[in-house]
């Protein structure tokens, strides 16, 4: 047990603070404000409102104390109780040195209840940083591979890029690989609908596939079987269980119902070379040739360095030990994919690819996700211990990387993100790579052919 003392204005009393270990890198705070801390918060709110409030009949300043809290009691409770809340949350993490991940959810709160002449109590649980030392971090061996591109590796992209920039043929009934939009409704076994979603789009597998695809985010082992060849009008119905590492707490595990009314299907017609070239305002397809042979060769140099640090980050998750969580929460769960989003976008992986591995993801192992959480936990360390700082710079030379890789613009990129609550996410990405760049500068680093540094991480597991 410990106590804080207020530091505003008119503040006097301690608030009682109780920290417990709930769990690996999770902690519950428990604090109790005194009477007289929230009696005189709450006059605090009275008088200000006094000072400002314009009633009929009565001069700016000058209406009764009764009149006052008659009308306005309910907005001073939740402006004081806002108040208290906030500040005794903050003074309790700084006198404890706890550090947090992310902020509580306002929910967490919601019944925390004030009233005159009583102490407020309020509980929260918090995700924290574990405590654990970090290996050496210098003449870690990497192997790098060369980035010569593979035979017929261009006319693959420019085949992608034909598509892209297809048209839409609409059909009467889909084929394996076309399109379908429609509404997709997400339930449960309980009736609970997760996602109501007009204009929601699949796309049926192709033929020589496995069978499995994607609907509303979450990958479906038979889908094919499941969803059919429904034309427009008709309704489909998935049944899957959901994903143990979903970011919604709700849908994990559960046993859900898809069903997608389909409003139209979709061909993409890929556009002629011909189109492709004059679009792109070049002379002819040799010169196209000599941009996608340009945009992969620095894609191969931005996959060759991803690769060099994943044995960075392998090697420090191999010789760090602290205890770790049995599964993620929902923060931690959204974290980890929006971390590989990014990580994706970065890459130059295809949008429909990046929400195809997303989908992965989500019904990816318990491990596998958890083995993501300590890669988090381990990063946040080595760049607090080797100062790594990230400027505003940094940030926009990261925004036009990606959308240079997306094909758009980097204000629409910049905003989409921000509008997303990404910018946080891109902000580590950009500190992780440092982090890890800044260790490979120290590292014993040896050239491999593609062949050979594929032989030996299969070798390495």
Do not use: W
Not at 158 to 183: Q, S
Not at 406 to 411: A, E, L, M, N, T
């Amino acid at each position: 047990m410990s106590s804080t003392r207020h530091r505003g204005k008119k503040m006097s009393g301690t608030n009682q603070v109780k920290i417990e270990d709930v769990g690996p890198c999770r902690k519950r705070i428990a604090i109790e404000i005194p009477v007289d801390t929230v009696n005189e918060t709450i006059e605090e709110s009275y008088e200000t409102i006094a000072h400002e409030a314009a009633l009929p009949g009565f001069r700016k300043g000058r209406a009764p104390k009764r009149l006052i809290e008659k009308r306005f009691s309910n907005y001073v409770r939740d402006e004081a109780r806002s108040r208290l809340i906030s500040r005794a949350y903050q003074e309790a993490v700084e006198s404890n040195n706890l550090k947090i991940l992310g902020q509580p959810p306002a929910s967490a709160f919601e019944g925390v209840e004030l009233e005159i002449g009583k102490p407020l109590s309020l509980e929260v649980e918090v995700e924290v940083m574990p405590e654990f030392d970090l290996p050496a971090l210098k003449g870690i061996k990497v192997l790098r591979p060369d980035t010569a591109l593979p035979d017929g590796v261009i006319d693959q992209e420019i085949k992608k890029i034909c598509v892209n920039e297809g048209t839409l043929e609409d059909r009467d009934a889909p084929e394996a690989g076309d399109y379908v939009m429609g509404k997709g409704v997400m339930t449960d076994s309980d009736g609970t609908e997760h996602y109501n979603i007009e204009g929601a789009v699949v796309q049926i597998p192709e033929k020589d596939g496995d069978g499995s695809g994607m609907i509303l985010g979450v990958m479906v082992a038979d889908f094919a079987k499941q969803f059919g060849m429904p034309k427009p009008g008709e309704t489909a119905t998935v049944k899957v269980k959901g994903p143990e590492n979903h970011e919604v707490e709700a849908i994990r595990n559960k046993d859900l119902t898809i069903e997608f009314t389909v409003a139209n299907v979709y061909k993409i017609i890929p556009a002629p070379i011909a189109d492709v070239v004059a679009k792109y305002g070049l002379a002819s397809e040799e010169q196209l040739r000599e941009m996608v042979s340009a945009r992969l060769s620095q894609r191969a140099e931005v996959q060759q360095q991803a690769v060099m640090r994943q044995q960075v980050v392998k090697y420090l998750a191999d010789n760090t030990k602290f205890d770790l969580p049995a599964g993620l929460t929902a923060q931690q769960a959204a974290r980890n994919l929006e971390r590989r989003r990014l990580e994706l976008m970065y890459r130059g992986v295809d949008p429909n690819e990046i929400e195809k591995h997303m989908a992965e993801l989500r019904s990816a192992s318990n491990e596998s996700a958890v083995r993501d959480l300590k890669n988090f936990f381990i990063l946040n360390k080595a760049a607090e211990d080797l100062g790594v700082q990230v400027d505003e710079g940094e940030l926009n030379a990261q925004i036009v990387r990606i959308a240079m890789e997306q094909g758009q613009r980097p204000d629409a990129v910049r905003d989409a993100m921000i509008k997303n609550g990404q910018i946080q996410t891109l902000f580590q990405q950009v500190r992780e790579h440092k982090t890890l760049d800044a260790i490979l500068a120290d590292a014993e680093v040896e050239d491999v052919s593609a062949d050979e540094f594929n032989k030996r991480m299969k070798e390495a597991g």
